[in-house]
């Protein structure tokens, strides 16, 4: 089994910074993917950014230019810098990751920026 416990949400004011951190442990081969969801209130949970095991990354159009997804492999983790943030960043962050096959969820950590 793989447990994912992220950390570093909370309530910040519209133009702020928060730097998400999820990081994973248990029975890990190789992290594959690895990508930060959200699910905002009312509605259905969208992915946010992702980082394949060659560093690539994918951004939402949302967030492009304002969120950095990045990895370290040697500590299991996946961050996720948050900057510029507006209301509509408000939610709940996940992070996915991906390793011998199976997908694994955190179980998320609340973000509120308020206006």
């Known amino acids: 089994q793989v447990q994912l416990v992220e950390s570093g949400g909370g309530l910040v004011q519209a133009g702020g910074s928060l730097r998400l951190s999820c990081v994973a442990s248990g029975s890990i081969f190789r992290l594959d993917t690895m990508a930060w969801y959200r699910q905002a209130p009312g509605k259905q949970r969208e992915v946010v950014a992702l980082?394949?095991?060659?560093?690539?990354?994918n951004y939402a159009d949302s967030v492009k230019g304002r969120f950095t997804i990045s990895r370290d492999n040697a500590k299991n983790t996946v961050y996720l810098q948050m900057n510029s943030l507006k209301p509509e960043d408000t939610g709940v962050y996940y992070c996915?990751?991906?390793?011998?096959?199976?997908?694994?969820w955190g179980k998320g950590t609340p973000v509120t920026v308020s206006s």
């Open positions: 980082i394949t095991s060659g560093g690539s990354t």
């Open positions: 996915k990751i991906s390793t011998g096959g199976m997908d694994y």
